[in-house]
């Protein structure tokens, strides 16, 4: 299956700072989604970006297919953006499963 | 607009239990995944449906685990007998529509998880 690598897989900011994720995967992918999972377990979408740049707010993405990457930049963090950040994909030949990485694990401090 | 429902949200059991899991989809979502996501791992998917039908279920240990969609809505995941290894958290996602067919063109639909079951098997 396609392989998915995040990093980093740790982050630990203050409040106020910013970040960039990174998501590389290793074949063409059609489809790929952002989550946040919250400290309660619950995956929230953030992004549904095969490619190209989104913002939401605090938020934005950008997706480069062929370059297989994908990063998400988090502005002014706050407190309750703790949490895991997912980055899945679906490859181009498969039914539809999404492949996740491993994560990365950002913490805020006040 | 509802989200994806699951039940229960917690379940310990011992070893060689049997237990089962319930999701409902988004109304209006062909397409039903369970995810099985173990601490400190990103989610993997164990089976996916098409209305009633499955799609994939190339993941799923089928020596011990079942799953249904008998009506093309919800949807009953079982572990019996239930493996210390089996302790994680099973979520349930939805999309809109079919998964790509072979050869065919890749549809581009967004899915939703609901709030995951966490299962301890001691």
């Known amino acids: 299956g396609i392989q998915v690598e995040q990093s980093p897989p740790d982050l630990i900011l203050q409040e106020g700072a910013n970040s960039t994720l990174r998501c590389n995967f290793s074949d063409s992918v059609n489809n790929l989604q952002w989550f946040h999972q919250n400290p309660w377990g619950q995956l929230i979408n953030l992004f549904y970006?095969?490619?190209g740049t989104k913002q939401n707010g605090r938020l934005s993405a950008t997706t480069v297919a062929t370059e297989r990457y994908s990063l998400l930049y988090i502005s002014s963090s706050q407190t309750t953006d703790s949490g895991v950040y997912f980055c899945a994909v679906v490859g181009g030949s498969t039914l539809g499963r999404l492949y996740f990485g491993r994560g990365t694990q950002l913490t805020v401090w006040p | 607009e509802a989200g994806v429902a699951q039940s229960p949200r917690y379940k310990i059991i011992e070893k060689r239990q049997s237990v089962a899991f319930w999701c409902n989809p988004i109304?209006?979502?062909?397409?039903l995944y369970w995810y099985q996501q173990i601490l400190g791992q990103g989610p993997k998917l164990l089976i996916q449906f098409q209305n009633n039908g499955v799609v994939d279920d190339s993941q799923l240990p089928k020596d011990r685990f079942s799953a249904e969609r008998l009506k093309g809505v919800d949807s009953t995941l079982k572990i019996q007998p239930a493996k210390l290894e089996d302790s994680a958290v099973y979520l349930c996602?939805?999309?809109?529509?079919?998964?790509?067919?072979?050869?065919?063109?890749?549809?581009?639909?967004?899915?939703?998880f609901g709030p995951g079951t966490r299962l301890t098997v001691t």
């Open positions: 996602a939805s999309s809109f529509g079919p998964p790509q067919l072979a050869g065919g063109p890749m549809p581009v639909y967004e899915q939703y």
């Open positions: 109304s209006g979502h062909a397409t």
């Open positions: 970006i095969p490619s």
